[in-house]
C-alpha cells in the first residue's frame, strides 16, 4: 500500500524514461529524497513538486558492484566544495570492485565510517545504505560539504500548495532528505 503524503503529483513507470544516469567513471554528490516506491516498476511514484523542478532529477543508480542492485532517487546535483573532491574520488576508488551491498556488514559500515572520519563527516543514522557506488553522508553535513546554496530549512525546497496548510506541521519532509555520493560500480 502506498504512503499517502502531501503536495505530490502522480508519475507511472514510463517517466524513467527521463531517468538521468551517472556515466562510468563519473561521480557526483546529491541531496535527495527518499521517496517509497522509487525504484519499484509497480504502482506509481510519488514525487513532491519542488520550488525549482529542473534542478531536480529521477536518478536510476547501478550498485552493489556484481550483485546488481539499483538505486532510484529522486535527486539534486550538489557542487561539491574543493576540499570535499578528493573524498569524492578516493572514495569511488577505494571501495571499487567492494561489492558492498545494503545493508553492509558491520566490517564495511566500521571502514566506511573511519574514512569519512578523515575529512570530517560521519555516517551515523546513514550507514545502512551503505553500498558501493552509493555512499551515504548523514544529511547533517551537506553545508560543509556543498557550496550550493541551500535554505536554512531543507523543507522549503518543497512547494506547500494550499491543500497542504497545517498537514505539513504533521509530516515533515525532514526525515526523507538524504546526501549521497555516487560512484562507478565496478559491473
Not at 26 to 51: F, H, N, Q, R, W
Not at 82 to 87: E, H
Not at 118 to 134: D, K, N, T, W
Request: aromatic fraction near 10%; charged fraction near 20%.
Amino acid at each position: 500500500m502506498a504512503m499517502v503524503v502531501p503536495n505530490l503529483h502522480r508519475c507511472s513507470w514510463i517517466e524513467w524514461r527521463r531517468v538521468s544516469y551517472i556515466r562510468d567513471g563519473d561521480t557526483a554528490l546529491v541531496l535527495y529524497l527518499s521517496v517509497p516506491g522509487l525504484a519499484s516498476k509497480e504502482g506509481k511514484i510519488a514525487l513532491p513538486k519542488m520550488v525549482e523542478p529542473k534542478n531536480w532529477h529521477l536518478i536510476y543508480h547501478q550498485t552493489s558492484g556484481y550483485l546488481c542492485a539499483h538505486e532510484g532517487i529522486y535527486a539534486m546535483f550538489l557542487k561539491p566544495r574543493a576540499k570535499v573532491v578528493p573524498l569524492i574520488q578516493e572514495l569511488s576508488d577505494h571501495f571499487l570492485e567492494s561489492c558492498i551491498s545494503a545493508p553492509p556488514s558491520l566490517t564495511s559500515a566500521k571502514e566506511y565510517e573511519q574514512f569519512l572520519a578523515r575529512y570530517g563527516v560521519g555516517c551515523e543514522h546513514s550507514y545502512i545504505e551503505l553500498q558501493e557506488a552509493f555512499y551515504p553522508v548523514d544529511v547533517e553535513f551537506v553545508r560543509k560539504m556543498t557550496s550550493t546554496p541551500l535554505p536554512k530549512d531543507l523543507d522549503d525546497l518543497i512547494v506547500p500548495s494550499k491543500a497542504d496548510k497545517g498537514v505539513l506541521s504533521l509530516f515533515s519532509w525532514r526525515q526523507h532528505w538524504k546526501l549521497a555520493i555516487l560512484g562507478e560500480n565496478c559491473d
